[in-house]
């Protein structure tokens, strides 16, 4: 399923609007902001065991299940990325005689080595989306990540290989194991990376990722490599040279003691508001920003937002809150999605949570959730040009010229109670009536409406429902 499902609706006739109490959302259609919006900003991020990405209960291997063509990015590998060993297809081996097989229950081919990983990217590929392959970081073994490269050069090809982002390493922050072979590992270790040895690692890896590729690209291209914000603490400049993009990622509930107890809560925690104040998504990325500003061309590096989601927590022991499925959830993933396209982000990838695939961005029957059906909404954004705005306070919106020439609006409103009327005025855009495309997904809908509308936009008026999302497209002329 692509977009808001569809409810047929019949053209209104046009609506003289004379109000003097609904605020004012004014957008210059004229006046485009600086960036556009990256395609791929609608990314999916899987992990290595087979349950997040194997339909529950069922025994066949369907990667990316329901991602349909939504999806622009595919982030391979998480939370056990540096437990995978390619070579077996199996990962945490603390216990060598008990290593789990990464593709338990799948009798799909591929078999063998980087057998869980080359089943993803044959999806990526049909998808015709972008990978990004998160190489084991922590073994400290340049070598070893390289032997993956090639495997994928060999079923793929150099072309499609090259065209791949090779992150280095997953959350290098928390790595307890750091230079320990696989199989020696010891549950109890604690020998951790500093940023500057993890720069070493990063540099190391992309000369040999660089090997791999076929030494010198004929058009002199470095290879894509992504390594984590702990890189950004280095005080070593020479890893700005082979990095592409620096990765992050943003939990606002990353802990139990901050479950979130109201809707409101889910839907406010972009901003930092509720049980989360210091998580302010806004606040993150210009942080990271201006530790990337201190290096010399780090201000030009791509910004990743490689797991993004409410909470990184869920397990069977802590179960996930059922407002993560609710049209809370959409209103977060579309003011989300809005503050990454406003501070310029140029990767983004939903994750499920780090130990269960039943919160998101599906359900456990295969459903998509409304976060999700938002998600696919928004993408129409992909490739758009912001345009500028004066906002009313409370509504979180974005406005942006779309590739094919139509004005786009869209809005969320992440108070509990009570719905918003705005009149939505354009300026620079058709003055006669036009028909416009009016998508909404509420509580009362959460599998979302759309309806066709006859207005100026010069004054449209616009209703967003408490915790409800609202997407207007429009004709420009």
Same mark, same amino acid.
């Given at each position: 399923?692509?977009?808001?499902?569809?409810?047929?609706?019949?053209?209104?006739?046009?609506?003289?609007?004379?109000?003097?109490?609904?605020?004012?959302?004014?957008?210059?259609?004229?006046?485009?902001?600086?960036?556009?919006?990256?395609?791929?900003?609608?990314?999916? #991020?899987?992990?290595?065991?087979?349950?997040?990405?194997?339909?529950?209960?069922?025994?066949?291997?369907?990667?990316?299940?329901?991602?349909?063509?939504?999806?622009?990015?595919?982030?391979?590998?998480?939370?056990?990325?540096?437990?995978?060993?390619?070579?077996?297809?199996?990962?945490?081996? /603390?216990?060598?005689?008990?290593?789990?097989?990464?593709?338990?229950?799948?009798?799909?081919?591929?078999?063998?080595?980087?057998?869980?990983?080359?089943?993803?990217?044959?999806?990526?590929?049909?998808?015709?989306?972008?990978?990004?392959?998160?190489?084991?970081?922590?073994?400290?073994?340049?070598?070893?990540?390289?032997?993956?490269?090639?495997?994928?050069?060999?079923?793929?090809?150099?072309?499609?290989?090259?065209?791949?982002?090779?992150?280095?390493?997953?959350?290098?922050?928390?790595?307890?194991?750091?230079?320990?072979?696989?199989?020696?590992?010891?549950?109890?270790?604690?020998?951790?990376?500093?940023?500057?040895?993890?720069?070493?690692?990063?540099?190391?890896?992309?000369?040999?990722?660089?090997?791999?590729?076929?030494?010198?690209?004929?058009?002199?291209?470095?290879?894509?490599?992504?390594?984590?914000?702990?890189?950004?603490?280095?005080?070593?400049?020479?890893?700005?040279?082979?990095?592409?993009?620096?990765?992050?990622?943003?939990?606002?509930?990353?802990?139990?003691?901050?479950?979130?107890?109201?809707?409101?809560?889910?839907?406010?925690?972009?901003?930092?508001? #509720?049980?989360?104040?210091?998580?302010? $998504?806004?606040?993150?990325?210009?942080?990271?920003?201006?530790?990337?500003?201190?290096?010399?061309?780090?201000?030009?590096?791509?910004?990743?937002?490689?797991?993004?989601?409410?909470?990184?927590?869920?397990?069977?022991?802590?179960?996930?809150?059922?407002?993560?499925?609710?049209?809370?959830?959409?209103?977060?993933?579309?003011?989300?999605?809005?503050?990454?396209?406003?501070?310029?982000?140029?990767?983004?990838?939903?994750?499920?949570? $780090?130990?269960?695939?039943?919160?998101?961005?599906?359900?456990?029957?295969?459903?998509?959730?409304?976060?999700?059906?938002?998600?696919?909404?928004?993408?129409?954004?992909?490739?758009?040009?912001?345009?500028?705005?004066?906002?009313?306070?409370?509504?979180?919106?974005?406005?942006?010229?779309?590739?094919?020439?139509?004005?786009?609006?869209? /809005?969320?409103?992440?108070?509990?109670?009570?719905?918003?009327? $705005?009149?939505?005025?354009?300026?620079?855009?058709?003055?006669?009536?036009?028909?416009?495309?009016?998508?909404?997904?509420?509580?009362?809908?959460?599998?979302?409406?759309?309806?066709?509308?006859?207005?100026?936009?010069?004054?449209?008026?616009?209703?967003?429902?408490?915790?409800?999302?609202?997407?207007?497209?429009?004709?420009?002329?």
């Amino acid at each position: 399923m692509s977009g808001l499902a569809v409810v047929a609706g019949r053209a209104s006739r046009p609506v003289l609007l004379r109000s003097k109490v609904a605020p004012l959302l004014v957008v210059n259609a004229l006046h485009h902001e600086a960036a556009g919006v990256s395609p791929l900003l609608f990314g999916l #991020g899987v992990d290595l065991p087979a349950a997040t990405y194997v339909r529950p209960g069922d025994t066949r291997c369907l990667a990316l299940y329901g991602a349909g063509t939504t999806i622009t990015l595919v982030r391979v590998g998480g939370a056990k990325a540096d437990d995978y060993d390619w070579r077996t297809d199996t990962y945490a081996p /603390l216990r060598p005689g008990h290593a789990i097989a990464a593709s338990a229950g799948c009798f799909t081919p591929p078999h063998g080595p980087g057998a869980t990983v080359l089943r993803v990217l044959d999806r990526v590929r049909a998808l015709k989306a972008t990978a990004v392959v998160v190489l084991g970081g922590e073994v400290d073994d340049a070598q070893a990540a390289a032997g993956l490269v090639r495997l994928v050069v060999r079923r793929y090809g150099r072309g499609f290989a090259r065209r791949i982002y090779w992150e280095i390493g997953n959350a290098p922050a928390a790595w307890q194991h750091f230079g320990v072979p696989l199989l020696a590992r010891q549950h109890d270790e604690h020998i951790t990376c500093s940023p500057d040895q993890y720069a070493a690692v990063v540099t190391s890896y992309a000369a040999a990722i660089a090997a791999a590729l076929g030494g010198a690209d004929p058009q002199r291209r470095r290879p894509l490599i992504v390594a984590d914000e702990w890189i950004a603490n280095a005080t070593d400049q020479a890893w700005t040279g082979v990095v592409t993009a620096v990765d992050t990622q943003y939990y606002p509930f990353n802990s139990p003691a901050l479950h979130p107890a109201t809707a409101a809560e889910v839907a406010q925690s972009v901003a930092g508001l #509720g049980r989360a104040p210091d998580t302010a $998504l806004d606040q993150r990325l210009f942080g990271l920003r201006a530790n990337l500003g201190q290096y010399n061309g780090g201000a030009d590096l791509g910004l990743f937002m490689g797991t993004w989601n409410v909470d990184a927590n869920a397990s069977p022991a802590n179960p996930a809150n059922l407002l993560y499925g609710s049209s809370a959830e959409a209103v977060f993933v579309a003011r989300l999605l809005m503050h990454l396209a406003r501070a310029g982000v140029a990767m983004a990838a939903w994750a499920p949570p $780090l130990y269960t695939s039943a919160q998101a961005p599906f359900t456990l029957s295969g459903e998509p959730t409304p976060g999700y059906r938002v998600l696919a909404a928004l993408r129409v954004l992909a490739g758009a040009h912001l345009l500028t705005m004066r906002a009313r306070p409370g509504i979180d919106a974005l406005a942006a010229r779309l590739a094919d020439g139509r004005i786009a609006v869209v /809005l969320a409103n992440a108070a509990g109670k009570g719905a918003v009327t $705005l009149h939505v005025r354009v300026s620079g855009g058709a003055t006669r009536p036009v028909t416009a495309t009016v998508q909404s997904l509420t509580p009362a809908a959460p599998a979302g409406t759309t309806t066709r509308r006859t207005l100026r936009l010069a004054d449209a008026r616009v209703r967003v429902p408490a915790l409800g999302v609202v997407l207007m497209t429009a004709p420009a002329r």
